[in-house]
């Protein structure tokens, strides 16, 4: 891949990571280095390199070599890429062997497939479910994208979100008075739409709940959003948003992980701050799986729990606290899986536990579940000068709606939320996105 394929995709400001541009001819013994330290302390990295078998019971399972038909876009193939370096220079045995068995220099052209092939997977995990090693090629993504950003190749579009979330505490880069201002129309839309005064709080002390939308959900997703105020304010439970952090979804896990770790602290801290008795989270697959997976072992011990919005209102439906009319949605609904949900996020019953309740004709689509196919714009594809591998990457998750033939695709996280309707119309399906919260905010009984 040329400097010029590359150029439109990579990001000219990344002080903010404390990250430097690395010259081209410097890259191949930097990557080097880089590698070989990752090797020391990501023991899953190493472990992965070693035990691939190369059987290929990858292949036909990962939607992006079903979307693309690039050979390279094969899990197996992709970590070839790196594995070939890597039993060239830190595999143990005899050089000789090593030959043989297909290992390589690393020079530039290595290290611009490694920054094609790496931002063609979604670090969706379905690879893991069907391997019979249970190789996770997304850890092998999350580490080679690490190791392309201290070389200075991090994509605008990560760099440019995780800018908007150190400078403003939300990826869309929306000042705070802008938010509360949104914030104050959307109370009035309530007021309008229920007669009640339902309250969207801010920066609330002693609140029960922290709750963490995504930011996303304030602007364009607000049916969403006003859903969860009217639910909380229905199960009687004091509850308040951060105005130092209004983003549950969090890009350092797809490619840095000091960012991850930050914007981490940000969210514990805000709770601790706030004395709050537990944080929720928001519809958002990746942010999920950062919350519940990593937020006590990295920034903890904490003094709360941290569950999903499902959880939470799950509870109170098992309670009586809030009561759905399902006939408020009529429609067919089918549910995606989102992929850090599913597989990487322990949300599987529970969404369908509240669909099942608030939605009259609900059908499941195949594969679903840990099987679930992406919807093609996880791990922060979701740019726009990537759309035609989005729209390729999506197909497969296209065919999978389309045999439900229903007419409400239930997909409760926020990517997905902004992939899949363009994925769709791209390929024809008369289906309408809506979150989950959305359907329960429709047929709750105020």
């Given at each position: 891949m040329s400097e010029q394929v590359r150029i439109p995709y990579v990001a000219k400001d990344i002080d903010h990571m404390y990250l430097n541009v690395v010259p081209v001819?410097?890259?191949?013994?930097?990557?080097?280095?880089?590698?070989?330290?990752?090797?020391?302390?990501?023991?899953s990295l190493k472990l992965y390199l070693d035990v691939c078998t190369h059987c290929g019971a990858c292949a036909d399972q990962c939607h992006s070599y079903l979307g693309t038909e690039d050979p390279y876009n094969m899990p197996v193939a992709r970590v070839d890429l790196v594995r070939k370096v890597y039993d060239k220079y830190f595999a143990p045995g005899p050089s000789f062997l090593k030959k043989w068995n297909g290992a390589k220099d690393i020079d530039q052209e290595t290290i611009d497939l490694w920054y094609k092939y790496f931002h063609q997977c979604n670090q969706c995990r379905r690879c893991a479910v069907f391997c019979p090693k249970g190789i996770d090629t997304a850890e092998v993504t999350i580490a080679i994208r690490e190791l392309l950003a201290h070389l200075g190749l991090a994509t605008k579009f990560h760099a440019g979100i995780t800018k908007n979330m150190r400078d403003t505490g939300n990826n869309m880069g929306t000042p705070l008075p802008a938010l509360l201002d949104g914030i104050e129309f959307l109370e009035e839309?309530?007021?309008?739409e229920t007669g009640l005064d339902i309250p969207i709080p801010v920066d609330i002390e002693g609140a029960e709940v922290l709750f963490n939308p995504s930011s996303s959900d304030l602007f364009t997703n607000t049916d969403g959003f006003m859903a969860v105020a009217k639910l909380f304010y229905k199960a009687g439970v004091s509850w308040t948003l951060s105005s130092k952090i209004m983003e549950t979804a969090n890009f350092g896990l797809f490619f840095h992980e000091p960012t991850m770790r930050e914007h981490n602290m940000r969210l514990m801290n805000a709770g601790k701050e706030l004395r709050v008795q537990r944080i929720?989270?928001?519809?958002?697959?990746?942010?999920?799986?950062?919350?519940r997976m990593f937020s006590d072992t990295i920034n903890g011990p904490l003094p709360f729990p941290v569950i999903h919005l499902f959880e939470e209102m799950l509870e109170h439906y098992k309670k009586g606290r809030i009561q759905f009319d399902k006939s408020k949605n009529p429609e067919v609904v089918t549910y995606h899986d989102p992929c850090n949900y599913a597989r990487g996020g322990d949300l599987i019953e529970q969404p369908r536990e509240l669909l099942r309740a608030c939605v009259q004709n609900f059908v499941e689509m195949e594969p679903t579940a840990q099987y679930s196919y992406c919807c093609g714009?996880?791990?922060?594809?979701?740019?726009?000068?990537?759309?035609?591998?989005?729209?390729?990457?999506?197909?497969?998750?296209?065919?999978?709606?389309?045999?439900?033939?229903?007419?409400?695709?239930?997909?409760?996280?926020?990517?997905?939320?902004?992939?899949?309707?363009?994925?769709?119309?791209?390929?024809?399906?008369?289906?309408?996105?809506?979150?989950?919260?959305?359907?329960?905010?429709?047929?709750?009984?105020?």
């Open positions: 001819q410097h890259r191949p013994q930097m990557a080097l280095e880089i590698l070989g330290q990752m090797l020391k302390y990501k023991r839309e309530l007021k309008e929720v989270a928001g519809e958002c697959g990746h942010g999920w799986r950062t919350w714009g996880g791990s922060g594809l979701l740019m726009d000068e990537a759309m035609e591998l989005r729209m390729a990457l999506g197909k497969p998750k296209a065919e999978s709606v389309r045999k439900t033939q229903a007419k409400i695709l239930c997909a409760p996280c926020a990517i997905c939320k902004a992939q899949l309707p363009a994925v769709m119309a791209h390929h024809k399906v008369d289906v309408e996105v809506k979150g989950l919260s959305d359907l329960m905010g429709r047929a709750l009984i105020l």
